[in-house]
C-alpha cells in the first residue's frame, strides 16, 4: 500500500521566515504533485515534478524532488500572511487510473 | 468557463435517502475521479473512470456507485446515506500520464 507522509501537519510561523514541509513517500514513484487549498474551497495545483531533482519555483514557494530517498520538499521563503493554507502532497497510484494518493495535509498559518 | 463543475454544491439530507452529484469537465480529459475530504481534511481516492474502465477503491461500499453517460461526465450516486457519509466529495480530471488533476469546487454533503 502506498502511503505519503507530510510533516508537520500543522505549522504557525511569523512573517519574514523560512521553513520547510516534506512529504515522504513508501514506494517507488518518478512523479510527486503539490497542491494548495484555502478554507472551504478547492485544490489548486503548484507545482508537478517529474524527475529525481526536479526543483520548481513560483513566488515564494519551492518544490524539489529526490526518488531516491522518496522525498520531496516545499520550502518556504520569507513568509506572508497570504500562504495561509493547507499544503497536499500527493503521488501517483501506478496502475490506478493515475489517481493520486494525497498526505494529510500542512496547515499553515503565517502570523505577523 | 468553469473547468470542471460539480453541482450541488450544498447538500444536505437525511439517512436513508439516496442522493446524486453531478460533475462536468469541459476540458477534454481522458480520465475523471471522485474524492472524498473528510473533516481532518483527509483527502481519499473513490473512483478513477478512463475511456469506460472503471477503477474502484476496493474500501468504498458498494452504496456509492459512479456513473458516466460520456467522456465529460462522471456523476456519483450514493443509495442509504448513513451520517459517516457526510464530507466534502471532489471531482477531478486528468489528460495523460502527468496526472496533474484539475478539481471541482467541491459538494459539502451533509447527512443527518
Known amino acids: 500500500e502506498l502511503k505519503v507522509e507530510q510533516n508537520p501537519l500543522f505549522l504557525s510561523m511569523q512573517e519574514g521566515k523560512n521553513y520547510t514541509i516534506y512529504c515522504n513517500y513508501s514506494?517507488?514513484?518518478?512523479?510527486l504533485y503539490w497542491y494548495r487549498q484555502d478554507p472551504g474551497k478547492s485544490l489548486e495545483s503548484l507545482f508537478v515534478?517529474?524527475?529525481?531533482?526536479a526543483v520548481k519555483q513560483e513566488g515564494r514557494l519551492m518544490a524539489s524532488l529526490d526518488t531516491k530517498a522518496r522525498l520531496s520538499t516545499l520550502h518556504i521563503t520569507a513568509a506572508v500572511h497570504d500562504l495561509s493554507a493547507t499544503y497536499f502532497c500527493a503521488v501517483d497510484m501506478l496502475y490506478s487510473g493515475y489517481a493520486l494518493n494525497f498526505g494529510k495535509g500542512t496547515s499553515l498559518l503565517v502570523t505577523p | 468557463d468553469t473547468a470542471v463543475s460539480q453541482t450541488p454544491k450544498y447538500l444536505v439530507t437525511q439517512m436513508g435517502n439516496d442522493k446524486s452529484i453531478k460533475c462536468e469537465q469541459n476540458?477534454?480529459?481522458?480520465?475523471m475521479y471522485w474524492y472524498k475530504q473528510d473533516s481532518k481534511k483527509f483527502l481519499k481516492i473513490m473512483f478513477s473512470?478512463?475511456?469506460?474502465?472503471?477503477?474502484i477503491n476496493e474500501t468504498v461500499p458498494n452504496r456509492f456507485s459512479p456513473k458516466s453517460p460520456d467522456k465529460a461526465h462522471l456523476n456519483l450516486h450514493i443509495n442509504s446515506l448513513e451520517l459517516g457519509d457526510s464530507a466534502v466529495y471532489f471531482c477531478?480530471?486528468?489528460?495523460?500520464?502527468?496526472?496533474?488533476?484539475?478539481f471541482g469546487s467541491g459538494t459539502q454533503l451533509s447527512v443527518l
Open positions: 515534478l517529474l524527475s529525481n531533482g
Open positions: 477531478a480530471s486528468s489528460q495523460d500520464r502527468t496526472g496533474k488533476l484539475f
Open positions: 476540458l477534454g480529459h481522458d480520465t
Open positions: 473512470y478512463n475511456n469506460k474502465e472503471l477503477i
Open positions: 514506494t517507488t514513484s518518478d512523479r
